[in-house]
């Protein structure tokens, strides 16, 4: 039998988690649909699959919100119920009879759904805009810890295709390896902007992904000043850490920039601003914070995971902004044009960067109340990352 958390397509148990999450983030563990079971462990579905056995799998935004009701109903068509969450995984495999310890690449595209020829997307080595997430050998999913076919990172055991796992370095530790998939996120963002050096880039949000983003910024491109705008004093000591030039709290980042950037301002909006704004929260306030502070014909990149927001804009046409989508990874562009895998980035960012450092706290699958409730309140309790370790014993 495989232990592992599963989550059932329950409308009530949903609309219950809504609930419970707004009156405390996290406490949709409590009353949602998720529920920590004894299960048989999953089929093969085709050549090319083997079962892998999780050590630690990491807690995501995304996760977060489907635990607390409040994930966009975009997805309904491109997840399979009942599934296991976890999409940020390293595990132990068995590869041609070799025991291997991996991290999960974890997109469903076109290779593990058995489909050939490849759609465009991942024929350019682009697999988060695979164009099949719903189709092929397996039930519809964007990623693994999102399709009932794979299982998730949340459990003793899960499936992967051998094209999702990448053997991870002897002395790399798990606690660094753990941070390797929202790394790879991170880079992918970073890269989107296309910048090609001198720029100045606020990054909004200094969670994980917004720290995993200055990282990959300072590493991967020619970008000149990192502002940071977090909310938490431990997040923007984090941020320092990286490589940020200049950091401050999220309220007051308008008035930094305006001072950096020699801009003047009209009611909300800055005269000039920074070249591009990476959000790394994705809600109405930071999109329209992101817009009121680039300069015209600037850019600002969406990382964070947005779903309804309210907001004007009239600053794209007026000012000509670019507002633009990043999501996942795959193959990116760097400035001088060479071509590389994300996930081979973030393995190299892992090791040199040191990333388990934001690893804050591991529980077991038995304690996953406590360890949701503290990853969805991470921020205000002096944390970053939170994750499921295996290889832990309920207490």
């Not at 400035?335 to 388990?356: N, P």
């Not at 409730?373 to 014993?393: C, L, P, S, T, Y």
Request: one cysteine or more.
């Amino acid at each position: 039998m495989n232990r592992e958390l599963r989550i059932e397509r329950s409308l009530p148990k949903f609309a219950a988690a809504k609930v419970a999450g707004l009156l405390s983030p996290g406490r949709g563990s409590s009353y949602g649909p998720l529920s920590l079971v004894n299960a048989d462990p999953l089929d093969l579905p085709a050549d090319g699959w083997l079962t892998i056995k999780p050590r630690l799998a990491g807690i995501c935004g995304s996760d977060l919100s489907t635990i607390d009701g409040n994930a966009s109903r975009y997805f309904e068509p491109i997840v399979s119920f009942p599934f296991v969450p976890g999409h940020e995984v390293v595990a132990d495999a068995d590869i041609d009879g070799v025991s291997r310890r991996v991290v999960l690449e974890p997109v469903l595209g076109c290779a593990t759904r058995g489909i050939n020829p490849m759609c465009p997307s991942c024929a350019a080595g682009n697999l988060g805009n695979c164009e099949r997430i719903a189709f092929g050998t397996i039930e519809p999913g964007l990623q693994s810890g999102f399709c009932c076919d794979t299982g998730g990172g949340w459990s003793q055991s899960m499936l992967a295709h051998v094209s999702q796992l990448h053997v991870l370095p002897t002395d790399l530790s798990d606690e660094d390896a753990a941070l390797i998939e929202p790394a790879a996120c991170a880079i992918h963002a970073a890269l989107r902007g296309g910048f090609t050096g001198g720029e100045t880039v606020v990054v909004l949000g200094a969670g994980t992904l917004g720290l995993l983003t200055v990282a990959a910024l300072r590493a991967f491109t020619p970008v000149e000043n990192i502002i940071v705008a977090g909310r938490y004093p431990h997040q923007v000591a984090l941020a320092r850490k990286f490589g940020a030039n200049n950091t401050c709290p999220t309220p007051e980042l308008a008035r930094l920039v305006r001072s950096f950037t020699g801009s003047m301002a009209y009611g909300n909006q800055l005269t000039g601003g920074v070249d591009a704004v990476i959000d790394c929260v994705g809600d109405s306030a930071s999109l329209t914070q992101s817009l009121a502070i680039t300069k015209p014909r600037g850019q600002v990149v969406v990382v964070g995971m947005p779903a309804k927001v309210s907001l004007e804009l009239t600053t794209l046409w007026h000012r000509e902004t670019s507002l633009v989508g990043a999501y996942a990874y795959g193959t990116e562009t760097m400035h001088d044009g060479v071509r590389r895998r994300t996930f081979e980035m973030a393995i190299e960012l892992a090791s040199t960067a040191h990333l388990g450092q934001l690893l804050t706290a591991t529980y077991p699958l038995d304690e996953y109340k406590d360890a949701i409730e503290h990853a969805a309140n991470a921020g205000k309790r002096g944390a970053v990352k939170i994750a499921f370790d295996m290889r832990q014993v309920s207490k």
